[in-house]
């Protein structure tokens, strides 16, 4: 399971570019996989995770101390509003449509004028993969008992429906895994 961790979160680190973030919070983030490998890649961006209180406390001890984390319930408590960028790694996939569109305008609240969000999820409708896809993820989320893989397309118009704009799919290397799409929350200009 780490390695293949590991591997995807390598392979959105290959497609996106975090040199002009400040601070990613990566929500949903796990023991941090995701955020400390982007903290190496990107080594002026800060990382956190923000996760389940239980998924917090099982970070290793030699992580810990160098990644900050932030303990909740992303869908009930309030995200943390002092990150630049927020990632949602192969979260998406997993939940029914309303939480889904309830996580997207939390982290559209938590982020600040031009904020970035980074989705990585496994999607349907990929080229070239639609047989595999359909099959592992559509098993997977039985036995998870929730969520769907969702065209870039839906995708687009939840992002859409939770107030993002400059919504960009970047090319991965292992598309039927991991694809990537990015949205911008717009700059609020006072009059």
Not at 5 to 29: E, F, P
Not at 78 to 89: C, G, H, M, Q, R
Not at 119 to 132: F, V
Request: hydrophobic fraction near 40%; charge should be neutral; glycine fraction near 8%.
């Amino acid at each position: 399971m780490a390695d293949s961790q590991h591997l995807i979160a390598n392979h959105i680190l290959d497609a996106i570019n975090l040199s002009g973030t400040r601070r990613l919070l990566d929500v949903g983030g796990g023991t941090g996989t995701f955020a400390r490998l982007a903290a190496e890649r990107f080594p002026n961006t800060e990382t956190a995770v923000f996760d389940l209180p239980q998924v917090v406390a099982s970070i290793p001890p030699k992580f810990s101390q160098e990644l900050q984390s932030f303990a909740g319930d992303m869908f009930h408590d309030t995200l943390p509003s002092e990150f630049d960028a927020i990632s949602l790694v192969r979260i998406l996939h997993d939940h029914d449509d309303a939480p889904v569109e309830q996580l997207l305008s939390r982290c559209f609240d938590a982020l600040p004028s031009g904020g970035q969000l980074i989705i990585a999820e496994p999607m349907a409708g990929t080229k070239h993969a639609e047989s595999i896809g359909h099959t592992y993820f559509g098993f997977y989320l039985w036995a998870m008992g929730s969520g769907r893989p969702r065209t870039k397309i839906e995708l687009t118009k939840m992002l859409k429906g939770a107030g993002f704009r400059g919504i960009v799919e970047k090319k991965t290397h292992i598309p039927a895994l991991v694809r990537v799409i990015t949205a911008k929350k717009p700059n609020v200009i006072f009059y």
